[in-house]
Structures are given as C-alpha cells and as structure tokens.
C-alpha cells in the first residue's frame, strides 16, 4: 500500500513488514533520509505562514514575561522522527516496542532535571504546565479535594483553582492574594488553609514579581496536614541557576514549564520527594495523559544540559538585573510599579491614574514593534480583556544579548507609548535593536 508521496514518487511498503533495526542497510537509511520534499515544497502555504513567524519573532522584541527564545539545539528535537514515536509508560516499562530510543532520551532528561535541580525525583512527561499542575494535583488531592492557590487577578494562575479551570471545577477551590504592598498576604494564606482544610496548598503564580517565602508556606501547610505544591513556571530558570530561592526540598512537589524563563522546548514538568514520585507517575500516565512527546522530551534533555553550564547562570543574573532595572527606570518616569519593584524577571505596571489601559498600550506596543500582554494588576477594576496593567518580562530580550542600555532604550519606548506617543515614530529604533541583536 503506498503511504507517503514524496517528491520521488510512491513508496510502497506493502508486504515488507517492520523492518528490524540491526538490517536496515546504509543505502536503505539513505533512501529513507532522502524521502520527504521540503515542507516548502510540499505545502508552501503553512512554509509560508511559518516563515512570516520567524519574520515576526525577529522584527520584534518579546517582553512577554512567560515566553523566551529556545536555542537552535532545542529546536531541533522537535523536527526529530522519534516525534513519531509511540512510549506510553516509562522507561523499561512501555506499553509499546521500539522504546529503546526513547528509553534513553526520557532517562537523560530526568537524570539532568535532577541534577540540575537538586531534586529526589522528576517526571518529564507532562505536556505543559496546566497537564504538570492536573496531574500534581490529581495526585496529592484526588478528585473533589481540597485546594488553597493564588487567585488569577491578584497574580496567579488559572491552574490554581480559578472556577473557568478544571482545578477550579474538580477541586473545592479557595483563593488568596496579595495585600495593599502588593506582596502575598501571608496572613490570610494561613487563615484560609486554618478554616478549608486543603489537601494541597499552591505557592507560585503568573504575575507575581517578589521572591515567595516557601519555608513559611511549608510550615503553614504542615500546620494542616497539607502538601505543599510550588509552581515555578515562571521563575524556574532562575531557581535552576541558583538566582532566586528554590522550593526544591521544601515543597512536597514542584511543578513547571520548560518553556519561560528555563528557556526549554514547550512543555511542562514535575519535581517531587521519593515519597510522593510514585504517585505523580501514575498521575500523568495514565491519570492524565497518553503517549507522551519525545520529541519535547529530548528537548527538555537539552534544555536542562544548557542549563547545568555556567553560561547559564551568567544570562539569569542578567534576566534579573535588567528586570530590576526596567522597574526603576519606569519607576523615576512615574509609572506605578506593582509591590514597587521586582525580585524575578517580571515588571508589573499599574496602569490606574494614567488615561490608558493595559489594552490600549498592548496594541500601541504591536505596532512600535514591542510583544508586551496587557495584565490584571490586584484589584483591577476593568475586565481581564482590558485590564489596568502590563506585564514586562526581560527574559526574550537578555536572550538576544540585551544589558541595562538596551534596556533603558525599551523603558524609554513604553514611557512613551504610556503618554500617548505615536507607536510608528517607534518602529524604527525596534528594528535597529532587533537588527543589533539577532534571535538565537
Ligand atoms: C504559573 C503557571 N502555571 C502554569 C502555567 C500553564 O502552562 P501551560 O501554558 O504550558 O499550560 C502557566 C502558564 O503561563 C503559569 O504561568
């Protein structure tokens, strides 16, 4: 039966069965390698969607705090053919044959997570973040269990029990958030834990800019029987390089992208004590996923080898710094800053006194060339369509090789953008940095 029409014409595979590994010729490999046309040749309109996104990414600069610029090793797992591959199970216990590959790869990438981040156990499988958080908390909660997170408008995540989410609907959710410092009311995480009795409480959020207090949550939780979930999407490639504190070895579990400021492939992970390893595993799989992306996987694998080199602790320190310099500078120019500053590699501006929303300088942005995304800030009084805020990250742009100068050309930019400068007289300045300072 013919499967595939490269540009050589059919191939037919009819009869010949799977081929064991150890036959395949050289010239055979060759054949196969030499099969596909290009994907330009082959369906030139998503080459060419795909070109104008690689257009996009390098005319602009991303301060869009949860996104980064993966390396070209990174990227080219994904084009792998092990992306074909079936591996339902774990290393040495797969459901499928031909797992050998795939063995090897998932097992690198747990040995490297954890060395890099000095934990018991990882599970490398979740497909992102929020399958990460389901699974963690389908594990330690069960379902219609009880859970404590950060609410979204205050900085957390949808994940953590927000009622438009699963977690919001499979769980009995409460929700804290952060007082008039901006910074999270410790006091009420301990009265709410105290009066609902959660299964898990959830330390971490999308928008939060200051260190979190993890031995302080640990002791909260342990007060109630609780386990501590930490979600690090955001700051995990800071904790990795040692830059910010680590909930690793606090936390009962610590959950993650690997695509934020770690700088990894798109997908999600899981840290835990041995205690608990067991019981995350079969929570992923088969709890909430299927076969999982190997490809993502090696990914993850060389993600988190770039990570264990000094190089990459050296870019961190440069993350933070420049987000600590990017709220001072729009600090000195009057914009109101959430908590006053920042501890990580995001700036949260309070937008409320100004005559512009978070929306209105989102698009001002696009068209000056800058990606930024509107953002609730606590107690906003606008809807999460508009919002009052804007969320800066500085990890994209350090990627590209940005310092405090660069930096301050940016603040300069969306002070303007904020008085209500026109965004083209913009444009050009973006290009010359875009220009100076080419995507990895
Ligand atoms: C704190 C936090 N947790 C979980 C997630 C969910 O990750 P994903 O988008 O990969 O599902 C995010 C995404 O931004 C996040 O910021």
Redesign the pocket.
């Known amino acids: 039966m013919p499967i595939f029409m490269p540009q050589g014409g059919l191939v037919d595979h009819s009869g010949t069965g799977p081929t064991p590994l150890r036959s395949v010729s050289s010239a055979a490999v060759t054949k196969v390698e030499s099969q596909p046309g290009t994907l330009k040749d082959q369906d030139a309109e998503v080459a060419a969607w795909l070109q104008r996104e690689d257009k996009r990414q390098s005319t602009t600069l991303t301060l869009i705090a949860?996104e980064n610029h993966s390396s070209p090793a990174v990227r080219e797992t994904g084009q792998s053919r092990i992306t074909d591959k079936y591996a339902e199970g774990y290393p040495s216990r797969r459901y499928y044959g031909g797992c050998e590959v795939a063995d090897s790869i998932e097992d690198l990438a747990r040995t490297r997570a954890k060395t890099l981040f000095k934990a018991e156990a990882a599970n490398v499988q979740p497909?992102?973040?929020?399958?990460?958080?389901m699974s963690a908390l389908l594990a330690l909660a069960g379902p219609g269990g009880r859970i404590v997170g950060m609410s979204l408008k205050d900085g957390?995540?949808?994940?953590?029990g927000h009622p438009r989410s699963h977690t919001g609907m499979v769980f009995e959710a409460k929700q804290y958030g952060v007082g008039a410092d901006g910074r999270i009311d410790m006091d009420q995480v301990r009265s709410l834990v105290k009066e609902h009795k959660p299964h898990v409480l959830i330390a971490?959020?999308?928008a939060y800019t200051r260190n979190i207090d993890y031995v302080a949550f640990a002791a909260i939780a342990k007060e109630s029987d609780a386990f501590l979930m930490a979600?690090?999407?955001?700051p995990a490639g800071l904790i990795a390089a040692g830059v910010v504190p680590s909930p690793v070895g606090i936390a009962d579990v610590v959950?993650?992208?690997t695509?934020?400021t770690l700088r990894g492939p798109?997908?999600?992970m899981i840290l835990s004590q041995e205690a608990v390893a067991k019981k995350i595993d079969s929570s992923v799989f088969p709890g909430a996923q299927g076969g999982p992306l190997v490809q993502q996987i090696a990914g993850k694998a060389v993600a988190f080898g770039e990570a264990l080199r000094p190089e990459f602790r050296a870019y961190q320190v440069r993350v933070k710094a420049n987000a600590a310099h990017l709220a001072e500078h729009l600090a000195s120019e009057g914009l109101k800053i959430v908590s006053g500053g920042t501890d990580n590699h995001i700036v949260l501006v309070d937008l409320q006194g100004t005559d512009v929303t978070g929306a209105d300088v989102e698009e001002r942005a696009l068209t000056a060339g800058l990606a930024v995304n509107k953002n609730a800030v606590p107690n906003d009084p606008r809807p999460p369509l508009v919002t009052s805020g804007l969320r800066l990250g500085t990890a994209a742009v350090t990627t590209r090789g940005f310092g405090t100068a660069e930096i301050d050309r940016l603040a300069d930019i969306i002070i303007g953008l904020v008085r209500g400068e026109d965004p083209e007289r913009y444009r050009s300045i973006v290009l010359e940095l875009c220009e100076a300072y080419p995507l990895p």
């Open positions: 949860s497909h992102s973040g929020t399958t990460a958080n957390g995540h949808l994940t953590h971490g959020g999308s979600d690090i999407a955001h959950t993650m992208t695509h934020k798109r997908g999600g």
